[in-house]
């Protein structure tokens, strides 16, 4: 929470001091834009996605209308890569590991496999934007989401030496491909510059997701049809730029005597 106070204050700081001109007023408008975000992201709770995966980095975009009101009404989708698998190598590739770690290829030389943590997900949102100062554009940004999200432990043969993980037949079988519904809150502060090109937003985001593996079968978990959902959460620091589309635009001059 002290994190998010801070978070809110800095922006709503730095908006009000970074605007040279005090004599205009930013009124709220209606406004398309599009955005590019990155987040860092770390899992938790009890779920496949919080036993498998790490830390990760999470890139996005979408499409945002603001009218007036400052209601917010979003589309996005995100990909989320860089994230280690904490699952030991045995209990991903099973028996191809013997007991000392090791995976030999087919000319019996110690092969070096990548694994990693790949998602992605798309969705809805609501939000709203409440302006603290005259920049009734800017201000304290809260929305919420519900979106799908999938899941799976990407694995990287460079040498292709290892016929058990063949990409076009066995590969899919160890990858414990997951997915289910995915809830999003985020709270932090859009800062939107007279030059909107210079706009940005910053925050707090926290999804909740229930998924389960969605393939008919993997070689380490079984029949996976009648597996239940379980529940996963990732939390993290998100910033974003702005890249308008769209203004109705209403600049108001006063003066001062």
């Given at each position: 929470?002290?994190?998010?106070?801070?978070?809110?204050?800095?922006?709503?700081?730095?908006?009000?001091?970074?605007?040279?001109?005090?004599?205009?007023?930013?009124?709220?408008?209606?406004?398309?834009?599009?955005?590019?975000?990155?987040?860092?992201?770390?899992?938790?709770?009890?779920?496949?996605?919080?036993?498998?995966?790490?830390?990760?980095?999470?890139?996005?975009?979408?499409?945002?209308?603001?009218?007036?009101?400052?209601?917010?009404?979003?589309?996005?989708?995100?990909?989320?890569?860089?994230?280690?698998?904490?699952?030991?190598?045995?209990?991903?590739?099973?028996?191809?590991?013997?007991?000392?770690?090791?995976?030999?290829?087919?000319?019996?030389?110690?092969?070096?496999?990548?694994?990693?943590?790949?998602?992605?997900?798309?969705?809805?949102?609501?939000?709203?934007?409440?302006?603290?100062?005259?920049?009734?554009?800017?201000?304290i940004w809260v929305k919420g989401g519900i979106g799908y999200l999938s899941h799976k432990i990407f694995i990287t043969d460079p040498d292709n030496g290892v016929p058990q993980l063949d990409r076009e037949t066995y590969r899919k079988g160890y990858d414990q491909r997951s997915s289910g519904i995915m809830l999003s809150q985020f709270i932090g502060y859009v800062y939107m510059h007279k030059k909107r090109v210079k706009s940005f937003y910053a925050g707090i985001e926290l999804n909740e997701i229930w998924s389960k593996p969605d393939r008919n079968y993997s070689f380490m978990l079984g029949n996976t049809q009648n597996l239940p959902f379980q529940f996963s959460g990732l939390i993290g620091f998100k910033i974003g730029w702005i890249i308008p589309l769209y203004e109705k635009q209403k600049i108001v001059q006063f003066y001062t005597y």
């Open positions: 929470m002290l994190l998010i106070i801070i978070n809110i204050a800095f922006f709503s700081l730095y908006s009000q001091t970074s605007i040279r001109d005090r004599d205009y007023v930013d009124t709220a408008t209606t406004m398309v834009w599009t955005h590019a975000n990155f987040s860092y992201q770390i899992p938790f709770g009890n779920g496949y996605l919080a036993h498998t995966f790490g830390n990760n980095f999470n890139i996005g975009t979408g499409i945002i209308v603001k009218p007036r009101s400052n209601w917010t009404i979003e589309g996005y989708f995100n990909y989320m890569f860089g994230s280690d698998v904490i699952l030991p190598d045995s209990l991903v590739l099973g028996s191809m590991v013997n007991h000392n770690g090791d995976l030999f290829d087919e000319n019996g030389l110690k092969a070096t496999i990548y694994l990693e943590g790949r998602y992605w997900s798309f969705g809805l949102g609501v939000g709203k934007i409440i302006p603290v100062d005259r920049w009734k554009n800017s201000g």
